[in-house]
């Protein structure tokens, strides 16, 4: 089985998407992490959702969480213009997690043997330079269930 | 809003689950990681699908995805039988990922404090020593943007 029969539609964001959008797209399905293509089209990263959680919690708050308890009420709000405002670039970690990359004629044992060696939550899927689907680690292992029976 | 209020119900497992029936949680729902306990019921690490994908390919085509689609069409039985026969404890790496870990009392930006410092996927919500339950970082985030409107 080729990894583009297991690959379902999947978000692909860049640096300039919104970071509210980019949030709202994990929400949506509930994804482990969002593929983030550079300028070309072509699949460079990961951003996974607990990164996003990052951005929106300040700094001194994940130091010390106790401190949440006394700003929680007014948090909803500086949550979402902290979102609105930024872009997909801005709240990218430094080192950005390696993104598991097959092509579209690579078996479903290539794509899962990449998404071992990087330890990714997802492999996106590429013909032609472009990002064509992605598979999570979940829905792999989902495959790999239904093999078993 | 406290962190019991938004936890669902979450599969846990411990050293001694058959691999197979995790596997099987996280492809039920696709998610992206299990919460593991320890012998008295307290979470002690959470388990991420990717591990899971890891331990089902070889290292040998861990390190040389190529030589996958040599052996493609053996590898579904194989899994199984690695899988069946093996346990939670012994897939889980060497050095399990921190698993994010808050009081059902907590806040729910306690709860995002703790998962953005473990960069945890999924943080689990504990009562009296067990767990109740547990939030995903994509739950979160769909919880968020409930909040931005």
Known sequence: MRAAELAEPYPVVNAGTSALVAA????????????VVDADGAPSAV??????????????VQDEPSLAGVLDEQAADRIAERLSGSTVGQLMPDKPPALAV?????????LAAAMA???????????GGRVVGAV????LLEFVCSKVG
Chains 1, 2 share one sequence.
């Open 24 to 35: 709202r797209l994990l929400a949506d399905k509930r994804l482990p992490g969002l593929v």
């Open 47 to 60: 951003l996974p959702a607990s990164q996003v959680v990052r951005f929106i919690v300040p700094t001194y």
């Open 117 to 127: 060696r990087l330890r990714s939550p997802v492999c996106a899927v590429v013909d």
């Open 136 to 139: 999570t680690a979940s829905h």
């Open 102 to 110: 097959v092509h579209a004629d690579d078996t479903v044992l290539e």
